[in-house]
């Protein structure tokens, strides 16, 4: 057997990036559990950290492709043995990403207010999300930095360094978190919503300090800027164009989703703020074997070892319907402590608990999508998983959502909707690769 194939090596690869994934959503959830406790209107809080995560998020995925591309063409060259090739590659995209990210803070910050209006804020809500996001907005160039360099460590088969900074970055969260929401008595005064924001955005500069230091001192890649651009920037270039437009529309469907929820009321957008963090921790901690798979298929494919890629398919589909019922069985054991871990208020939990087994229903589903999402990405097909993300939310999410909400199925309407947009994601994906690759590997 393959020693790349076997449990052992994909396992080494997919535990540490399902730790490093997880840490993505612990800062949108550490926020949520924090500011959902906080004395003074902790609903109105919630609901705009629900509000501005979903913005942010879109901003942060539409940007932080970077990585599945860098890790595409970096696994690739693994695979062939040419990886000195595109040794500047990974500091020419972290230089055109970090510089897109702060003209993303020169043209919303001035336009805080109008942006959330869009997402039905108003009041004392949109007060609390334009005070958050302004200090939030800040941590973009830090996270986007540190995201490209993950995606270089992907590339050259190692997820452990990765790994180490997320953890670091988690905990740094939660703990400045809790100290500068809630105040030290006599020393720090309460900060409420904007300590949730001061504390995901120091996070944000350590881990890209650490993310610095470890590529510099564990890898030979070097992050000083030279030019010419490398051979690669072309593809890599497309490669994120191709994976914008899918991102954009990735995003429609969380604007749609919020927009809706916000539109039926304070207590519905903090119950569904709720549950799509832990929808976001699912797919994150399914993201850990779908990187595996974006990691391993990009190296085989490169190697243009397709009996192999055939095989890792099928490891990989076996590991993420496990892990997806697993996850499934764990929320429905804890599912009323979770929602009291986020906030008290009566009639956020009975909205949330009236929800949430949609969000574990669908957990086997997300992990086959995720899964194969990652390879397809591993072998830089970008433009196929563009098309299918564009067919999906525009031809399944959004037409459904406007009809089951016209039942007045509110929050249910919302994550069936989901439900089937992530059907159509995933069966495609399936049915497209197990064709080409059955085929190739029968011709090699």
């Known amino acids: 057997m393959n020693p790349t194939l076997s449990f052992k090596h994909i396992n080494k690869l997919a535990i540490p990036a399902l730790i490093a994934g997880i840490s993505e959503p612990i800062l949108s959830i550490t926020d949520t559990a924090i500011v959902g406790n906080m004395e003074v209107n902790a609903t109105e809080s919630l609901a705009a950290v629900g509000i501005v995560g979903t913005f942010i998020s879109m901003l942060i995925w539409v940007l932080g492709q970077t990585r599945s591309a860098i890790s595409s063409i970096v696994s690739q060259y693994v695979g062939a043995n040419k990886v000195d090739k595109i040794k500047n590659l990974p500091a020419q995209a972290i230089f055109i990403i970090t510089s897109l990210s702060i003209i993303i803070i020169i043209t919303t910050f001035p ?112 992050l000083k800027l030279s030019f010419p651009f490398n051979k690669e920037i072309n593809r890599f270039i497309i490669m994120i164009l191709n994976l914008f437009v899918r991102t954009l529309a990735l995003n429609a469907t969380l604007y749609f989703a919020t927009r809706f929820a916000t539109g039926y009321g304070t207590a519905y957008i903090a119950a569904y703020t709720i549950a799509i963090n832990l929808w976001f921790f699912g797919a994150f901690f399914i993201d850990g074997y779908a990187s595996a798979g974006n990691i391993l298929s990009g190296k085989l494919y490169g190697a243009k070892d397709y009996k192999a890629l055939i095989a890792l398919s099928n490891k990989l589909m076996r590991y993420g319907i496990v892990v997806g019922i697993t996850l499934a069985i764990i929320g429905g054991i804890g599912y009323f402590p979770l929602g009291r871990l986020f906030s008290q208020d009566p009639e956020v939990l009975n909205l949330f608990y009236n929800t949430f087994w949609i969000v574990l229903v669908m957990q086997p589903i997300c992990a086959l999508a995720f899964i194969f999402d990652g390879m397809f990405k591993g072998l830089g097909m970008m433009k196929f998983l563009r098309n299918i993300l564009l067919f999906s939310t525009f031809l399944i999410f959004i037409p459904i959502l406007f009809l089951l909400d016209s039942f007045d199925y509110k929050l249910h309407a919302i994550f069936f909707a989901m439900t089937l947009w992530m059907i159509a994601r995933g069966l495609p994906l399936i049915i497209f690769f197990r064709k080409k690759f059955l085929a190739l590997s029968q011709n090699h």
């Open 111 to 222: 336009f805080t207010n109008t942006i959330f209006k869009l997402y039905n804020a108003s009041g004392l809500i949109l007060n609390y999300t334009s005070e958050y996001y302004k200090i939030r907005v800040f941590g973009f160039p830090f996270t986007l930095f540190s995201i490209a360099v993950f995606g270089t460590f992907r590339g050259l088969q190692n997820t452990y360094y990765p790994m180490i900074i997320a953890i670091i970055g988690a905990l740094s969260n939660i703990i400045l978190g809790v100290v500068l929401v809630f105040g030290i008595e006599g020393f720090l005064p309460a900060m409420n919503i904007k300590g949730a924001a001061w504390a995901s955005l120091i996070s944000q500069c350590i881990m890209a300090i650490l993310s610095a230091y470890y590529l510099l001192k564990k890898t030979d890649i070097p």
